[in-house]
Structure formats: C-alpha cells, structure tokens
C-alpha cells in the first residue's frame, strides 16, 4: 500500500469515526424518556374494528393521566367518566366516584392500560415479551403474550410513540382489533 492510499484510508476512517452511531433504543431507554416528560393530557380516539361488524366502533374524548392516575372522559358516542389507578376504576356518579367493581382480569386489565401509557417495563415484562425499535423521537413497542392468561386474549400489542405515547394497537386472538390514538396537549 502506498504512502498516498494509506493517508487516504485513515482520513476515511477518522471521517467514519466522527459520524453519530444511532443505538438501538431500549425499553428501558423509552420508560425513562416518558417519565422525564410532564404527565400527559390531551384528547384520544378509539377505533374498535369487530369481526362481525361491516364499520369499527368509533369513541372519543379526553384523558389525563394525573398523580397515578388516568382520567378517561369519554365525549363521543355519549359521555363517561373513569377514573382507573391501580387499586381500579371507578366511574363518576354526579358527585362522587363509584367502584365498577373488580375482579383478577378487571386488575390485570387496569394495571396493563397504565403500564402502556407509561410504557411500564417491569409491568408488562410480567406479561409479555417486548422488543423495542426505533430511535428517542419515534420508538416503537411490540409485546408478544407470554403468559397462558395474556395468549388466551391478545395475539400483539404495537405502542408507538416519541416524547409521550402516541398510539397502542391490541391485536386480539378472536380476530377483533382496537386502536388508540392519544393527541398530547402541551
């Protein structure tokens, strides 16, 4: 090799060595992104895509998720208001919150949805296997059942999202589908 040619292949490899590495984000990496951010409120939108039914389901409101808890106004098709922690949800009754009522899959259920918003990886470790994709401003979350319970309703679950958690996509074994997308008002 030449004098010329080996000066050439450092100043390449000094040119490489300058360039950003984008790393594989983790899960982790994303739990700890979302809870650096202010709690999130904003509006959302479900759309409920059944097996049987020729058109999805469509509801919409407004969330907040607020000292542990999120608030699930519901404004369309008709209103509703849940309040769910991790002791339940409870509905609001004119002048105070009721408990709906709670069984094991209702908290396995409660403790979940918080778990996606804040993309919880030690709760949905309990439950799935996740991979995690992407870079900080759009990391993408795909949660495979593991547990016997979790196989028996979901197929997958997609969470999308950057600064907050934009979108959760449940794949449910019988074929139905539901996607939620989560509009963050700063």
């Known amino acids: 090799m030449t004098r010329s ?92 919150w009721q408990p709906t009522g709670t069984t094991a899959a209702n908290e396995a259920q409660t403790r979940l949805f918080l778990a996606f918003l804040r993309a919880d990886e030690a709760t949905l470790s309990e439950y799935f296997n996740i991979t995690a994709g992407g870079e900080t401003a759009a990391w993408t979350l795909q949660l495979l059942p593991k547990t016997a319970l979790m196989r028996q309703i979901f197929d997958r679950i997609d969470i999308r999202g950057g600064a907050y958690v934009e979108q959760v996509i449940l794949e449910e074994t019988q074929g139905d589908k539901s996607e939620l997308r989560f509009h963050v008002e700063q």
């Open 5 to 96: 040619r080996f000066i050439r292949l450092l100043a390449a490899l000094c040119a490489c060595a300058t360039l950003p590495v984008h790393a594989a984000i983790s899960v982790a990496d994303i739990t700890a992104q979302l809870r650096r951010q202010p709690e999130p409120a904003g509006t959302f939108t479900q759309t409920r895509y059944l097996r049987g039914m020729n058109r999805p389901l469509i509801a919409s409101g407004r969330f907040a998720l607020q000292q542990g808890a999120l608030y699930w106004n519901l404004e369309k098709p008709f209103a509703s208001s849940l309040r769910i922690t991790a002791d339940g949800v409870s509905q609001w009754q004119g002048e105070n």
